[in-house]
């Protein structure tokens, strides 16, 4: 169990008046919930538990059954209670190992769940009520107000590990049981178990409960001087106020990036670097709350008579500097010195190191948000956007990093650039064509110069072009609207199946060997091309790159049959579960 801890400090209490602020968009997608609709037994829902195999248990009203929930299916089990009349006190919470070895008590009864039915072990001795019980290795730890006992089923022998007359917190009141630590409060104070007591006894606090662990320590409601009642927190070694309401009795807790939840009689708020916002409450929130569990990293539940919620964030989380940003972001490029360029609708945003700098584009202009390789950086280190004004006319503006301007690229004889793509050899691929003209003609754009390289021919049927890329070979790709070619050796040749009504973006698959040595990338990319692999007007999850430094960008909303959304995300991979599939990027 191995839990380290110090001696407490000095009570610091401090009331809360911080300014209150809105909401970010993506806090609102990081709620799931469930209620009897998704097969609860009965959406009132007053306990819940966690086990180490990441399975729920909920406690409801006045049903007969229990909620197992894997986060997919919801799987119901016998009532520990035996009688339709509840007795709420005795409600506690349902603790099983992560074999489903399940123990609570229940109507002053320790019982064990075995072979689909609760059995019960003991009663509590005459005038000791029990609190809880948790399953650890083969033993049960049992929470009693005047002593903490462990039970061995096997043998039915008990060990007393603590007693009321030889630890200064008691009498005990509370037991909190996650995977690899046990938290117990008492009236004047907390200790862990393995015990090492924190009194609250010098800072005058009692009165203990709800315990939510924290990384390093843990937090619970107290009641302090006064009458009133506040959140205390304990970590490295101190104890101190992180919440205190006058006329309330909250419940306090860390989220899953250390931000401060607080339950305060009917309102609920998250306190984010001094910034209290109340959280509306809807749907599940909307019920009175009765209990909350903590997860490991901060992702926590609530049980209400409404259901149970779950905030969990997003594994694509919007990057620090730019939560608040909330225009469509469809491209990314990477200069030569690792700084990152994106996209941004109305501006240019530019990412270097750690900092995010935007650079509006002209009045009039919004970036193109259809070409999802609408950003190139050039080997002088300007880059180029494409964009699109207020009648629809596409154009590409050149931005001058020393100047801090943008200006237009004009083609020669009224063309208008429709796509454009890096050059190997230096400089920039432009598809341009001439409006009321057919077919489109392949520049070289290098240092201000457009030099005409390929027409397209006859089998052109399509009109926009919207992505060129040149394979390692020289042979130079083209797609568009209905149709597409290639260059081989400087000559056209039809490069689309028929059945390809739209090629939005061509992509390069890196060309891997058998176990023999044979190449298969080309056999494979062949495939995927008459599969309809490419990215078509069904599918356009936005731009996505893995660059230099190792980081995984991608864009967030294009439109299609993927549900829209806006921003730039960066892939926290420290949420991932195994248990969960993320469409991998190339």
Known sequence: MG????????????????PECALPAEFHSAWRSWTAADGLAESYTYSL???????????????????????????????????????????????????????????????????????????????????????????????????LA???????AWRTLKTQADSPIAPFLAMFAGPREIWITGEHGRPPYPWNEISGRAAHLLHFRYPEPVPGGVMAQARVAGGRTAVVEWTAGELHSVYT????????????EGDLWILDGTKLYRIVDGNKTRVPRTGVLSGNIFDVF??????????????IARYTPLHWQPPAGLREFDQTIHAIAEDGKGRLWFAATDCLLELDGERWKRH??????????????????????????????????????????????????????????????????????????????????????DQGRFLPQFESGPGWQGSDVRCLLE??????????????????????????????????????????????????????WRDALRRNALDHSARRPGSRAQFSSGARWHTLGCHGGWRRTRGVGQLDRSRLRRRLALVHLL
């Open 471 to 524: 394979r390692r070979n020289g042979d130079l790709w083209a797609g568009g609207i209905s149709s597409g070619c290639a260059w081989r050796k400087r000559q056209a040749d039809p490069a689309l199946p028929k059945e390809i009504r739209v090629c939005r973006q061509w992509c390069l698959r890196p060309r891997r060997t058998s176990q023999r040595g044979r190449p298969v990338g080309r056999a494979r």
């Open 3 to 18: 839990i380290k801890f110090g001696r407490a400090s000095l009570l610091l209490v401090a009331a809360w008046a911080g």
């Open 245 to 256: 309401s006058a006329d309330g009795a909250p419940r306090g807790w860390r989220g899953p």
């Open 294 to 307: 903590v997860e490991d990293g901060g992702t926590f539940w609530i049980g209400s008579s409404e259901g």
């Open 360 to 445: 509006p584009i002209p009045a009039g202009l919004r970036t193109h948000a259809v070409h999802t390789d609408g950003v190139l950086v050039e080997e002088t280190g300007r880059v180029l956007l494409k964009a699109i004004n207020q009648e629809q006319v596409e154009l590409v503006l050149e931005f001058d990093f020393e100047r801090g301007v943008f200006r237009a690229v004009a083609p020669p004889g009224g063309r208008r650039i429709q796509s454009m793509s890096p050059r190997r050899a230096g400089g920039v691929w432009m598809a341009t064509i001439l409006p009321g003209v057919a077919g489109f003609q392949v520049d070289r754009y």
């Open 150 to 156: 462990e039970y061995d089923p096997a043998t039915a």
């Open 49 to 147: 538990s966690l086990d180490p195999g990441g399975h729920l248990w909920a406690r409801h009203g006045a049903v007969h059954s229990i909620s197992v929930l894997d986060g997919f299916w919801v799987r119901r089990l016998p009532e520990p209670r035996n009688g339709d009349r509840i007795s709420w006190e005795s409600n506690a919470r349902i603790y099983a190992s992560a074999q489903g070895w399940a123990w609570t008590t229940a109507e002053g009864e320790l019982k064990e769940l075995r072979d689909g039915r609760w059995v019960a072990h003991c009663r509590a001795p005459p005038g000791q009520t029990l609190i809880a019980a948790a399953p650890v290795g083969s033993r049960v730890i049992v929470l009693l107000d005047t002593a």
